[in-house]
């Protein structure tokens, strides 16, 4: 197979691209620290310069890039084939260096279950093991679909070849339609992973805080379950908020009662932003938006926990917001991938 050489600028080590992997993939799979977060061509994270070689660029008007970007020639290595040797600039760091490089590989689907009304579990199993820590996502390639999407795994990282994937049937979406509606038990699929910097840190003391809303409950559930077969729920207290749009949407409960530790250091708490919808379960429980809620509970503590959140841009802007200009929380006690 053709593979390109990559050169950083500034550093010594640089990589090998393989023709059909992205500029970003191939230099994680060499396990480089290259920047990144959604993998989709959405937060700009992966942006860097081409100093000398031509690329392919997958996705030109990627949300990722601003006007300025582009007229400064900045591209999006997500979204970048390299088509010649390279010479790039970019600023890698330690943080992005994966604990374990991504692989691409070929998975059956072999299970699901309908978790809500609109959000389902699918399980796939890989021949080799599934190697990935809590809280990270995998690129399925979906027939029918041009580019993979970024799923993250609610389970924990296991021999087994398990990869669980908990998603929402989004209105229109080509994605999740296929998943749902078109591929079926025994279906093959390639998946490529583990991605994302959000997993749980197991070295860290502090008690942890999830915070979930819609179907970034996957990553969530990861989370808790890790900490809690690492052990850490025997000396710290994990709070789990769910931020639902109506009573019907409500969900994550069950899978933690499953944990050893629900109901004394792990809590669950839900909260629903839309209570008057017709037809809907009735609820006595919480109402409002799940960082005020986050709010509510937690208060003038928040910077004694390490936070981990998923869900839609609006929430978690609202919380990152609320956290370091409200309370403080140093940037480096939160954690959270940028889905688009
Ligand atoms: S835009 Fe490339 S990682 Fe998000």
């Known amino acids: 197979m053709t593979e390109y050489k990559i050169l950083i600028d500034g550093i010594e080590q640089g990589f090998l691209q393989a023709a059909n992997d992205t500029l970003l993939q191939g230099a994680l799979r060499a396990g480089i620290g290259f920047p990144y977060e959604c993998s989709s061509g959405g937060c700009g994270s992966c942006k860097f310069e081409l100093i000398e070689g031509e690329v392919d660029n997958l996705w030109p008007e990627a949300a990722g890039l601003t006007e300025r970007d582009r ?17 790039i600039k970019v600023n890698t760091s330690s943080e992005y260096r994966p604990l374990t490089p991504p692989q691409r590989r070929h998975a059956k689907l072999v299970e699901t279950h309908d978790i809500t009304h609109d959000i389902r ?16 996502y995998a ?15 609610s389970n924990t990282g296991n021999p087994n070849g398990e990869w669980h994937f908990q998603i929402r049937l989004v209105p229109g979406g080509k994605a999740s339609a296929s998943l749902f ?36 409950l996957a990553p ?49 708490h839900a909260v629903v932003s839309q209570t008057d919808a017709a037809n809907q379960t009735p609820w006595n429980g919480e109402t409002g938006f799940v960082h005020d809620m986050v709010r509510r509970v937690i208060g003038a503590e928040m910077p004694k926990y390490e936070f981990y959140f998923a869900g839609p841009p609006p929430m978690t802007q609202a919380l990152q917001e609320m956290l370091m200009l409200e309370y403080r929380v140093p940037f480096e006690q939160i954690h959270f991938d940028r889905y688009f």
Do not use: W
């Open 71 to 87: 007229r400064k020639n900045r591209l999006l290595a997500c979204q970048c084939r390299a088509k010649s040797a390279l010479k």
């Open 121 to 136: 579990e699918f399980r796939f199993v890989t021949e080799t093991s599934a190697d990935f820590q809590a809280g990270q």
């Open 139 to 153: 690129l399925l390639f979906i027939p029918g679909v041009a580019a993979p999407r970024a799923y993250s795994m």
């Open 181 to 216: 509606h078109t591929l079926k038990l025994g279906d093959e699929i390639d998946l490529d992973g583990p991605f994302g910097i959000a997993y749980l840190r197991k070295d860290v003391a502090r008690d942890i805080i999830c915070v979930a809303g819609g179907s970034g």
């Open 220 to 268: 969530m559930i990861s989370i808790a379950r890790g900490a809690s077969e690492n052990g850490m729920l025997q000396n710290r207290q994990l709070h789990f908020f769910y931020g639902a749009r109506t009573p019907d949407d409500v969900c994550g409960e069950s899978m933690l009662n499953e944990l050893p530790e629900a109901g004394g250091n792990l809590r669950y």
